[in-house]
């Protein structure tokens, strides 16, 4: 079992070396004067700055699980009703990378307000791309209003997630809402 979790993170580092090394290749080739190669260059950092915190979150379960194997395995009954395959899949990769901890003040206001963490997102980055728009050309405004609206759009929707998640603590009794 110890080879098996050690060639899980190694196949997750190397999976993470590639994305790496081809999304600064692909940066590297795009014009640093257009509002497209800065707009690219900034997305590709959040891009490995999350893939990073996600393979770190993956190693760290994977060192959790090899604490953990000595333990008695859970009740699957204690998980909620039977939903199907894919839900139940769901909540146990939840469930692995710490999805069942109870909410932080502000997780809680995200769940609370989804549009509100949608604007604070959106409006900031729209604002950051109107200001690296040049004035000949016509289509760097309509970018970044389009690219705001889709920043938005993620937020809200990474927010609606987060009541989601927070509603499945309240009904496995974890969280008692407050």
Not at 157 to 173: C, D, M, N, P
Request: aromatic share 8%; hydrophobic share 45%; with cysteine.
């Amino acid at each position: 079992m110890i080879h098996s979790r050690l060639s899980r993170a190694l196949a997750a580092v190397l999976c993470f070396t590639v994305l790496v090394v081809l999304s600064l290749y692909w940066v590297g080739r795009l014009s640093t004067t257009s509002l497209v190669g800065t707009s690219a260059r900034a997305g590709v950092g959040g891009v490995l700055a999350m893939a990073t915190i996600g393979l770190l979150r993956y190693l760290a379960s994977l060192v959790r699980t090899g604490r953990d194997e000595g333990k008695e395995p859970e009740d699957p009954s204690a998980s909620g009703p039977r939903l199907g395959p894919g839900v139940n899949r769901f909540w146990a990769w939840n469930r692995a990378l710490g999805g069942e901890r109870r909410p932080t003040r502000a997780q809680k206001w995200v769940a609370r307000h989804p549009i509100g963490t949608g604007l604070c997102a959106a409006v900031p980055f729209t604002l950051f791309l109107f200001s690296l728009s040049r004035e000949e050309e016509p289509n760097d405004p309509l970018f970044a209003v389009i690219s705001g609206l889709f920043l938005g759009l993620v937020f809200v929707l990474t927010a609606i997630s987060e009541r989601v998640r927070q509603r499945h603590l309240k009904r496995l009794g974890i969280w008692d809402g407050s």
